[in-house]
């Protein structure tokens, strides 16, 4: 698979913004096609409601265990509601953000982003013992509602650092 950097790595901050999803527990073995299936719930339920987000789609892993389960929400960003027993109001916290645009290869974006910050002297907010992230994201700057094929989509790693 092709690998493209579109922006980044660089550092990025953002503030809370408001967002709705859907959060389950997924073995890492499958994910991406849970993910895709609460991608279509998650449109589904803002087409019924006349909701158009004011941000992209995401995937948020709150824990990553790639020898187990998955603790992911799929999401939508610049979205300020209630929610109801499934879809959940949430935010994307504030601070700074390790970022990286690309096209093709996850695992290379990945590896990639993961190696950066060391260089500069920062640290992932993340729990090393727990697997918990305070914000990491893969953010789908192109619409999959317009882009069916992934291997296209823009794809955006937000990965939030520790505050200095």
Do not use: C
């Not at 993910?35 to 409601?49: F, I, P």
């Not at 004011?54 to 929610?83: K, N, S, T, W, Y």
């Not at 907010?125 to 882009?147: K, L, M, V």
């Amino acid at each position: 698979m092709t690998f493209d950097v579109h922006d980044g790595p660089r550092v990025d901050e953002r503030s809370e913004t408001p967002t709705v999803g859907i959060r389950v527990v997924t073995p890492f073995r499958g994910m991406l096609g849970t993910r895709d299936r609460l991608l279509a719930e998650l449109v589904s339920w803002l087409d019924g409601r006349g909701i158009e987000p004011d941000g992209p789609f995401f995937l948020r892993l709150h824990v990553i265990d790639m020898a187990g389960d998955m603790d992911i929400e799929v999401g939508a960003l610049g979205v300020d509601d209630p929610g109801d027993d499934r879809v959940r109001p949430g935010s994307q916290p504030s601070g700074d953000y390790a970022v990286l645009a690309y096209r093709g290869s996850s695992m290379q974006a990945n590896r990639m982003l993961l190696a950066w910050p060391e260089g500069i002297g920062r640290e992932f907010d993340a729990d090393p013992e727990s697997a918990a992230w305070a914000g990491r994201f893969e953010i789908y700057r192109t619409d999959p509602r317009t882009e069916r094929r992934k291997t296209t989509w823009l794809v955006e790693l937000a990965f939030r650092l520790r505050t200095e």
